[in-house]
């Protein structure tokens, strides 16, 4: 993406395409495209993207509890709360961000660029974030419901059929052995920290084949939150109808 000011508009106007949404303050979406690397090596002046994010943080908190709490009125407390979890949680914003089709749009500075900045998890989520951020206040409440409802249709759909969630990891398995015929494993691929502080990365691997990757202070933690990535991933490809939380 070039780095002049009417480029970035046009792009803008080419991801609106895939929103769709029209905005009506064009920066508004740069800046909610905008990485803080960028502005290190430009001389554009909108600002990066963190304000736009800790808002549209907050307006998915409400937009998501308020559409769990009308389509699934039976459902207690602690189950919308782990619903509206797996909802929000980064890797399921990320792969919003990436049916967008969002990072090709985002600005970043080179270094990140270059480092893989557009397919990062974390860099995804918070531009997701930001862009609701940007639709809520140039849109207003009721666009950016409907927005988010299109999004969250495919992962609502199951959760209505009665397809709810139990321990991830059994969940990957029950898949697994059904789909593949093959066993997770779970493989510490690094740990890093104090001996009282340890954190975990751990890769859950099936037929040889790395399917998702996680965190945790401890090994279990790690290998619960790789099942979760991987479940979310074959979620947003239609392979699997039950929501990791």
């Known amino acids: 993406m070039a780095s002049n000011q009417p480029d970035i508009i ?4 080419e991801l609106e395409d895939r929103l769709p949404i029209a905005f009506n303050d064009k920066t508004l979406a740069v800046r909610a495209l905008t990485h803080r690397s960028y502005l290190n090596e430009t001389q554009l002046v909108h600002g990066d993207n963190e304000r736009l994010e800790f808002l549209g943080d907050a307006v998915l908190d ?3 509890a308020d559409i769990l709490y009308q389509r699934f009125p039976e459902q207690r407390e602690g189950s919308l709360t782990a619903m509206r979890a797996g909802l929000v949680r980064r890797e399921t914003l990320a792969e919003f961000a990436r049916q967008l089709g969002l990072g090709s749009f985002l600005l970043l500075g080179k270094g990140e660029a270059e480092s893989g900045g557009r397919e990062r998890d974390v860099i995804l989520c918070a531009a997701f974030e930001a862009l609701v951020g940007a ?3 140039d849109q ?3 666009e950016t419901t409907e927005f988010l409802n299109t999004l969250l249709e ?4 199951p959760l209505s059929a009665g397809h709810f969630t139990k321990n991830p990891k059994s969940q990957l398995q029950e898949w697994s052995q059904a789909e593949l015929g093959e066993t997770p494993h779970y493989v510490t691929i690094a740990s890093t920290g104090p001996d009282h502080a ?5 890769e859950v691997r099936i037929g040889g084949k790395t399917f998702g990757t996680g965190m945790g202070n401890s090994k279990q933690q790690a290998a619960k939150d790789a099942a979760r990535s991987a479940l979310s991933q074959l979620m947003s490809s239609g392979q699997v109808t039950v929501l990791p939380v």
Not at 10 to 13: G, Y
Not at 198 to 202: I, S
């Open 10 to 13: 046009e792009s803008v106007q």
């Open 62 to 64: 409400l937009i998501v």
């Open 135 to 137: 639709i809520y206040l």
């Open 140 to 142: 207003g409440m009721e």
């Open 154 to 157: 495919p992962t609502l759909e």
């Open 198 to 202: 340890k954190e975990f990365t751990v």
